[in-house]
């Protein structure tokens, strides 16, 4: 079974600084695809960003970027210029093509930017 | 598009009971996976279903059912309730392509007493 290790149970960051979170993962699959999830206080999940395991080149949405280390098995969120709307449980999650959709996620890391 | 929706929102359930959750996935999108998360155990996968197929189930008791319709929305069933069934139970769908991003709804608070 896949493992999905999240170290930083609690972060904080202040409004307009960078934040990295954490992500390791356990496989021994060549093809997969990783995610990274927020779930805002009103409790709806939204995907942040995705990562293809084949993709060597680190995946980037406006001020949200992965640090994706295949060999190393890691898959770190980076969060530019902070927003207080950025104040979220965050989740990573690994995914294997051909299971029925089935994700692991970790434990998550609960991220709130102070003003 | 219209999002994931999930009812009832908040259910109150005692020991031993039934209970029906019910999923509304994305228009055109087949594939339906529920998800339990507890402050404890985080999120766990439950099953998902794709054209009315459970494709992937997970480690959970068969007291936990599913089916999913024509129409691609999506029940799950649990029964004889638990103590430790309190949870949020979430829905998430996707579609039949592979882009493997899966949308999430707001989630069924169930809690049992």
């Known amino acids: 079974a896949q493992t999905v290790t999240q170290s930083q149970p609690e972060m904080s960051v202040q409004e307009a600084e960078t934040v990295t979170l954490s992500c390791t993962y356990d496989t021994s699959e060549n093809n997969y695809y990783l995610f990274w999830y927020k779930q805002p206080p009103s409790r709806q999940m939204i995907l942040v960003i995705r990562q293809e395991a084949y993709k060597q080149q680190n995946a980037t949405e406006n001020r949200f970027s992965v640090n994706f280390q295949k060999a190393a098995k890691s898959f770190s969120l980076k969060i530019s210029d902070s927003q207080l709307g950025d104040t979220a449980m965050y989740f990573c999650?690994?995914?294997?093509?051909?299971?029925?959709?089935?994700?692991?996620f970790g434990t998550g890391t609960s991220l709130t930017v102070i003003p | 598009k219209a999002g994931v929706t999930q009812t009832p929102r908040y259910l109150i359930k005692t020991r031993g009971q039934q209970v029906t959750l019910s999923c509304s996935p994305i228009s055109g999108h087949r594939s339906v996976s529920w998800y339990q998360q507890t402050p404890g155990q985080g999120l766990q996968f439950l099953f998902e279903y794709f054209s009315e197929t459970q494709r992937n189930k997970g480690n959970f008791p068969g007291r936990f059912s599913g089916r999913q319709f024509s129409n691609s929305r999506s029940e799950m069933n649990v029964s004889t309730l638990e103590l430790g069934d309190s949870a949020l139970y979430l829905c998430?769908?996707?579609?039949?392509?592979?882009?493997?991003?899966?949308?999430f709804g707001p989630g069924t608070r169930l809690t049992v007493t």
């Open positions: 998430a769908s996707a579609e039949a392509g592979p882009s493997y991003e899966q949308y």
């Open positions: 999650a690994f995914m294997k093509p051909n299971t029925g959709n089935q994700f692991y």
